[in-house]
């Protein structure tokens, strides 16, 4: 993306980049969250056992179901930044809200639709939260490791040992 910093691949290596990276975070968080409903559900001394077998059985099912969303979405965010030729926070709002209604298609129209304006309104979330880290935070961050930069102009500079004050 412009401006942020962040440099990604470029766009048809991009595609199995962040479905690689999609299935891995669904992998991971599946993990984490069967082996806990497995250790819980379990018979008493077969908490272990019982998450270790969900964990193996179900995990990969949701990273497959993660990696086919960052699959689509970078298809179309690739697509979008093609037809649009540039790179903004409207190309993974549409982004979104097309994956979330192909993913939905087999539903009906309705649902589609209707995962759309989720997919959509899920991404719009997610871009303004990133434009006020950008916007907001980040110049705190730099501010509090650069303190002399950003000193009153009349003030003196003060000594990096200075405990006075």
């Not at 819980?40 to 019982?50: D, E, I, L, S, V």
């Not at 961050?141 to 102009?153: R, V």
């Not at 003196?156 to 006075?164: E, F, G, K, L, S």
Request: hydrophobic share 45%; glycine share 16%; charged share 15%.
């Amino acid at each position: 993306m412009a401006g942020t910093g962040i440099e990604r691949e470029p766009c048809p290596y991009r595609i199995i980049d962040d479905a690689g990276g999609a299935f891995a975070f669904g992998l991971v968080g599946g993990g984490i969250w069967h082996s806990v409903g497995g250790f819980r559900n379990a018979p008493q001394g077969k908490g272990f056992t019982q998450a270790f077998s969900r964990v193996k059985a179900r995990a990969p099912i949701l990273g497959g179901s993660f990696a086919i969303w960052g699959t689509f979405f970078s298809i179309f965010d690739c697509s979008m930044a093609s037809i649009r030729q540039k790179e903004d926070p409207w190309n993974a709002i549409i982004s979104g809200a097309a994956t979330g209604g192909l993913l939905a298609l087999r539903g009906g129209l309705k649902a589609a639709g209707t995962n759309a304006l989720a997919g959509g309104v899920i991404l719009a979330a997610i871009e303004g939260l990133n434009i006020a880290v950008q916007r907001i935070i980040m110049p705190m961050f730099e501010k509090q490791q650069h303190p002399n930069d950003f000193a009153f102009p009349g003030a003196p500079p003060t000594a990096p040992y200075d405990n006075t004050g």
